[in-house]
């Protein structure tokens, strides 16, 4: 019974590399993603680690998957889109709203010097602690509390990313971003909400461009 558990596994990280290498194919060969740091933080953090048990064998199919508290891990596709919108570099310090399970938070652990994720789950964002643990990420600060608050007390933040659907952009985020840096975020209603890129040119003024519809869960 060991043998063929080991051997059912064997054969389950091998798929899931496969489609990982396929995935990582399809956005290089395409096109899709030019920025060769985000390919590479992807194919260094293990994404089923931060999936369900029940699900790691989609671990790597392009489509969300659920998680605890009503809550979904965003495609790959998306999440990868919004890093390279988000054009981190090595050193910055960068706020993410909406933790989840915590794959984003990893990638960007790969990208960034300094990573701050809140999340208002307490469950999944004990779950995102321990998940990064495991991949070994000791540059991430998980906090559970209101994302559409932040976090002042660590900023400014060079990067902003919002991984949740609102309205509007939430002032509060918007006074934490450092003069010259961007923030990512879906803006509008939770299926075909607007990807939108701001860039602060200064205390009070932000240039904004569009990258695109999207589905999210609601940033509450």
């Not at 999936?51 to 998957?65: G, I, M, Q, T, W």
């Not at 003069?179 to 040119?201: N, Q, S």
Request: charged share 20%; glycine share 8%.
């Amino acid at each position: 019974m060991a043998v063929l558990l080991e051997k059912t596994e064997q054969k389950l990280n091998t798929d899931l590399e496969q489609e990982k290498q396929r995935l990582y194919g399809y956005w290089k060969n395409s096109r899709m993603i030019s920025n060769d740091s985000v390919l590479d933080a992807f194919l260094e953090v293990p994404r089923e680690l931060f999936v369900e048990r029940s699900f790691r064998d989609e671990s790597y199919a392009d489509h969300p998957l659920p998680i605890f508290c009503g809550q979904t891990i965003s495609q790959p596709t998306t999440v990868i889109l919004m890093l390279q919108l988000l054009d981190v570099l090595p050193g910055q310090r960068v706020l993410e709203i909406g933790t989840g399970s915590g794959y984003n938070a990893a990638l960007l652990a790969k990208l960034a010097g300094t990573v701050v994720t809140v999340e208002r789950h307490e469950k999944l964002a004990e779950m995102a602690r321990e998940n990064l643990k495991l991949a070994g990420l000791e540059n991430v600060v998980v906090i559970a509390g209101d994302g559409k608050k932040g976090c002042a007390r660590l900023a400014p933040y060079d990067r902003i990313i919002v991984t949740a659907a609102a309205y509007q952009v939430p002032p509060q985020l918007k006074d934490q971003l450092a003069v010259g840096g961007f923030l990512v975020a879906p803006v509008g209603a939770t299926h075909g909400c607007e990807m939108l890129k701001l860039c602060k040119t200064s205390p009070e003024h932000f240039q904004t461009s569009s990258h695109g519809l999207f589905s999210f869960v609601p940033l509450v």
